[in-house]
């Protein structure tokens, strides 16, 4: 019988976590649909209620959580799988993040 508890992976080991964006500007360029005020009349003729507001944050990778109606009207639209509205990144938890120059032309140095 195997032992289980030699599967525990090693806590002091970096954490990685997924990170999922949309894909939706990049569909939107392949399908030649312009704007997202386009998109959301788009959208609207499917019967999909969706400020443009909240159309924004989800087009920008804004927002913090997708309907599944608008996962699957998106799908249908641009006539692709929901794994084709994303894309996808490993992370390591506590990895440094570069961000843009400082004022003094150096990098700074952030950790989530």
Same mark, same amino acid.
């Given at each position: ?11 002091? /080991?970096? =954490? ?12 939107? &360029? ?7 005020? /386009?998109?959301?009349?788009? *959208?609207? &003729? ?7 507001? =909240? ?7 804004? &927002? ?7 996962? $699957?009207?998106?799908? $249908? ?5 929901? =794994?084709? *509205? ?13 961000? &843009? ?12």
């Amino acid at each position: 019988m195997p032992n289980i508890y030699s599967e525990i992976p090693d806590s002091s /080991a970096p =954490q990685q976590r997924v990170k999922a964006e949309m894909r939706i500007r990049e569909l939107m &360029a392949e399908n030649k649909i312009r704007s997202v005020s /386009a998109l959301h009349r788009l *959208l609207i &003729a499917k019967r999909v209620t969706v400020s443009h507001s =909240q159309l924004l944050r989800i087009v920008d990778n804004k &927002a913090e959580h997708w309907k599944v109606e608008f996962i $699957e009207a998106f799908a $249908e639209l641009f006539n692709c799988s929901v =794994q084709q *509205l994303f894309k996808f990144e490993l992370v390591k938890q506590g990895e440094p993040n570069m961000s &843009a120059p400082s004022a003094d032309g150096t990098n700074q140095v952030s950790v989530d």
